[in-house]
RNA sequence: GGCCCCAUCGUCUAGCCUGGUCCAGGACACAUGGUUCUCAGCCAUGGAACACCGGUUCAAAUCCGGUUGGGGCUACCA
């Protein structure tokens, strides 16, 4: 049976780039009915934190990849130490200064990716450097081969040795992992070999650069899921975008449910190359999936920015937040943009830009709308349909252009220039609120 | 510097394995037009790429070599 891991560190969130390899592992694993487990490489205890942890689960747990396993390296040390002791006692590691170190043996070794096919490395290149960049030369003149250290002079496990001890007794069947990792490869195999161990396969994955070409990296836009979360994106969305990241369904599809990226998902179809990250195509497809969102269903997932903005919309009518939302979903590509855009729906008072004010409620306009405001006060049965009707009316006995009036009253209804129709936004405010905003607007 | 990986529109990619169906398809972004009370949306249209050089072949985006360019690693960090 097929098992793959997602190996964090717990020395920060998780990174838009550890959630792509965390997917690619995850759907892996769900197209071949196998098995994902979580390993929390947390033997830097310096850097390792509790709340960066909480979080790594919780941004899991959001972005939808359930793990079948949970282990944390913190709690393995005695059999890394074990092993280490095995193989200094067979003769194949040694101690120095307190640290265990692995032999080096001269030797050409391939490793046969699943994305990139064979790589050769040749441990003679493996050199031990001094400070200045030169290396050391044995009594033949030749270089001294770098042997890796296997337990720190402090006692704890270095990475390459945990991963191999831990991969192994996991029994992981693919380590599918960032390009980053392709030069630890040939340094594991080293330690399967001196452990008596079969390797697992290997993939390594394209890394996802900035938008400058460069590392991912906070200067260049965010990088932590979490802020993603913040800024209004959509689990889903996300998943959808990063899958896109070196990989593709192969039939001109952006949109893709899971379930069929699941089906068709190969890891041999994965792309050798780096991929730049694109915040506005994540953007576009945010925006897509907010547009196929159920209404109430979208309202839900905007409250938590609404109490975070203090609006109070739990004084309206139940039903008004869905029914903005329905006008809006359009025209909102992340989750945040309907404070800015809708907001002026929940506002007793708005509050109109002076450039605004002088361009569109010019005095000249006072009679139209005293004429809009008495007759939508005497409406009985009020919503976009009888709003329309007063107002073409209205403009129609003024003899005026509808555009004329149709800019002013929205500017004085929502304090913006642009959003939906103007009656549905009547509708929508209320017969009060239109007829409070109206009288007050000049 | 050394070792390793990579190279199709500005960006993500399809095609490459199994050469001809590709004067290279889709998407984002951009531009123009249409719809409309504005914006968004939607619809239509457009510009835009096989890094370069050489080889193999009747035929190369596709195979091979080199060059250039980009990236990664080069820690008793993970």
Not at 274 to 295: C, H, Q, R
Request: charged share 25%.
């Amino acid at each position: 049976m097929v098992k793959v891991r997602f190996a964090p560190s717990p020395t920060g969130y998780l990174h838009i780039g550890g959630a792509r390899t965390a997917l690619f592992n995850w759907l892996y694993a769900k197209s071949q009915q196998g098995q994902f487990i979580l390993r929390i490489e947390d033997t830097d205890l310096e850097r390792s934190k509790k709340e960066y942890e909480d979080e790594i689960l919780f941004s899991m747990k959001w972005l939808g990849m359930d793990w079948d396993e949970l282990h944390y390296q913190s709690k393995r040390f005695d059999l890394y130490r074990a092993k280490a002791a095995q193989l200094v006692s067979e003769g194949k590691a040694y101690q120095e200064n307190g640290a265990t170190l692995l032999k080096t043996t001269k030797q050409e070794i391939k490793i046969f990716d699943l994305i990139r096919g064979e790589i050769t490395f040749d441990t003679t290149n493996f050199i031990s450097l001094k400070e200045d960049g030169t290396p050391f030369f044995n009594a033949q003149g030749e270089p001294v081969l770098k042997d890796e250290v296997l337990i720190k002079h402090d006692g704890s496990p270095a990475y390459n040795f945990c991963c191999v001890i831990d991969d192994s007794a996991m029994e992981i069947t693919h380590v599918i992992r960032g390009e980053d990792h392709i030069s630890n490869t040939p340094k594991q195999i080293l330690m399967y070999q001196a452990l008596g161990l079969k390797p697992p396969k290997f993939a390594h994955l394209p890394l996802i650069m900035g938008e400058d070409g460069g590392r991912l990296s906070k200067r260049t836009g965010a990088v932590a899921v979490s802020d993603y979360r913040k800024m209004g994106f959509l689990p889903e969305a996300i998943v959808n975008y990063l899958m896109l990241l070196g990989w593709s369904p192969g039939n001109n599809q952006e949109i893709i449910e899971l379930l069929s990226a699941v089906k068709n998902f190969s890891i041999k179809k994965v792309n050798k190359a780096a991929a730049v990250f694109s915040m506005e195509k994540l953007t576009w497809i945010n925006g897509e999936y907010i547009k196929k969102k159920d209404p109430k269903a979208l309202a839900e997932l905007i409250k938590p920015f609404l109490d975070e903005a203090g609006i109070n919309y739990k004084d309206k009518a139940p039903a008004l937040l869905a029914q903005v939302v329905k006008l809006y979903q359009k025209r909102i590509p992340t989750l945040k943009d309907f404070i800015p855009r809708a907001g002026y729906v929940f506002y007793d008072e708005i509050s109109i830009p002076l450039e605004l004010k002088e361009k569109y409620l010019t005095a000249d306009k006072k009679p139209a709308f005293n004429l809009l405001s008495e007759n939508i006060k005497i409406l009985s049965d009020f919503n976009a349909k009888t709003a329309e009707e007063t107002f073409r009316e209205i403009v129609k006995d003024l003899n005026i252009d509808s555009a004329e009036l149709v800019h002013p009253v929205r500017i004085a209804l929502t304090a913006s220039e642009v959003g939906p129709g103007l009656f549905e936004t009547m509708e929508m405010l209320g017969k009060n609120l239109t007829v409070k905003r109206l009288q007050q607007a000049i």
